[in-house]
């Protein structure tokens, strides 16, 4: 029996439209089964401006998906009038006017808890790469500096280690979980103590840096948290301290971070964040204390396929009346 | 009242004599109370040829103290009659003839297991470096192609890999535990299954490497383990495979392990030890998923206090008539 190759086309007006908001690659990811269930507005595959498009084709539009990297304003909010959600593939929310979503009556949804194991990894090896040495080893054996150099200098030991963990969420806790392991000793600053820890606690981001070989950074960028590593937290970090930041760039003041590096008045960093992506500062390329990564922490081979699970049954969830998966929670 | 600021020089015909064989440095790093307690003969200090040395000034020492990289073979103790005790510095014992040292009565003694975190640490580091793509990724950030280049590939996925640790001694039992929190699921190869252990026991390393995701070598380098890991070995451990070596370059076939590097029959490596240190196979300094170290695993600050310090408890054990403290065991 012959069987069509051809599904027939969806009826559009069954679909369920959904804006994409700063993804052009998104579409291309999605399987079959995703795109049946849903209509896509796109509006960088259109010639029109945002808000142009938005105005024309968006109007009735109740759900959005959007990247991390996509500013969603109350500018932006203004011209989607019938919005009542939003999915964002990040982890962070720094992108999306969260008191303007509020006051309209939006939800939002992120990607939970989807990366947290990832971001811990590169969290660790950051630490042990810049500890160890492990960049810099490998490019002094890659250019052939053994033979005629012989000893290479020594690494710092990880056993024993005062690990501070700025922000003791998902990420967080995955961080402190691996660097026990290493013989590490934890603490963490937060905005409360959490019950379910046993971790030594700060409420003070100063001190947590006075008692820390290493600080880690893992809480979300908010007003609260924007610059709260700043030049005074760096140096009570003091000349033996190594920071670590997988969470967003301007959760340090990087201007300060370069100068406290550059005049060695902290001994080194893994950055996977900066303030002004993809820019960093050139003042960081030389030096080898110093290991830099371009905002990768999440971005292992599975992670279009997970999340792209994620916002699926988020958007389900929505349109059935369900609650969602990973509703974004006010007390973090 | 004035103190004499200097000691009264030492009666040399008290203190034992140690000779030291290939440690130029070892000497210079000693502190004053060890150097109350011991003359040391260094042949490296001397014009002499080593055997002529030997012959005028050591016919009577009874301890040697020697480092990884100088071979003490059958003809070097048969310059060295009195000598009833070795003790290396390093973990491997590759470089001493033990069959010829157990017919002369020699006892040898070992760094023991003051290495085993820090080496277990640079394996662990290692291989999320290859898998995370760190320091490819540092390069690049520092070569300014991330505005230009956009997307950076992803990297693998740490969690949930299998890990063959090949040889569970107690450098290997520090990187099972480290991977474990990162939920990666261990299994080893060793001669004999480990009664104290609950991971998954291969006898034969062929089944291991099919088994693994990443096999992390950790084993002592024997007539046994030489070349051990050979081109078969690496066949089943797959163009998915990752392989980290810590323990000695020999273990490995290296040139079998540079072919299926280049020829991608494997998917990277992580290489701190090498067959011909310190020189290194040229062909892998371009390959940016193979992470080479210059056999620095052991190497961070404290190492040659830690070092010192067991080799004099060691050494002081052996004049009392005392147990070694860390004393080679046949049983590995």
């Known amino acids: 029996m012959a069987v069509p190759t051809q599904k027939p086309s969806s009826p559009h007006q069954k679909l369920e439209r959904i804006v994409i908001l700063g993804l052009p690659s998104f579409l291309k990811r999605q399987d079959k089964e995703f795109s049946s269930k849903f209509q896509f507005l796109s509006p960088s595959e259109s010639n029109l401006p945002l808000e142009q498009f938005l105005e024309a084709e968006a109007q009735n539009t109740q759900a959005a998906v959007c990247s991390g990297g996509f500013k969603i304003s109350a500018e932006v909010l203004r011209h ?48 042990i790469d810049v500890m160890r040495k492990i960049s810099a080893g490998n490019r002094f054996v890659k250019t052939g500096l053994w033979p005629k150099q012989g000893n290479f200098p020594l690494g710092s030991k990880l056993g024993g280690k005062q690990v501070g963990i700025v922000g003791l969420g998902s990420i967080g806790v995955e961080v402190a979980k691996r660097l026990e392991a290493f013989g590490c000793k934890i603490s963490y600053y937060s905005r409360k103590k959490k019950p379910f820890s046993s971790y030594s606690f700060h409420s003070n981001i100063h001190e947590l840096a ?20 700043n030049r005074e937290v760096l140096l009570a970090l003091g000349k033996e301290g190594l920071i670590v930041n ?3 760039g301007a959760i340090i003041d990087e201007k300060e971070l370069v100068q406290c590096l550059v005049q060695q008045e902290i001994a080194g960093a893994g950055l996977d964040v900066f303030e002004h992506e993809p820019h960093v500062p050139r003042e960081l390329f030389g030096l080898d204390n110093v290991v830099l990564s371009p905002h990768s922490a999440a971005l292992t081979e599975g992670v279009f396929r997970n999340s792209n699970e994620l916002v699926t049954e988020n958007l389900e969830a929505f349109f059935s009346n369900r609650p969602l998966l990973s509703p974004v929670l006010d007390d973090e």
Chains 1, 2 share one sequence.
């Open 80 to 127: 989607l009038p019938s919005l009542r959600l939003i999915v964002t593939l990040s982890a962070g929310l720094n992108h999306i006017d969260l008191s303007e979503c509020r006051k309209r009556g939006i939800s939002v949804a992120n990607a939970g808890n989807i990366f947290s194991a990832d971001v811990a990894d590169l969290a660790v090896g950051m630490i």
């Open 210 to 229: 006075l008692a820390s070989d290493i600080l880690v950074i893992c809480c979300a960028l908010t007003e609260q948290t924007r610059h709260m590593i």
């Open 246 to 248: 997988v969470a967003r």
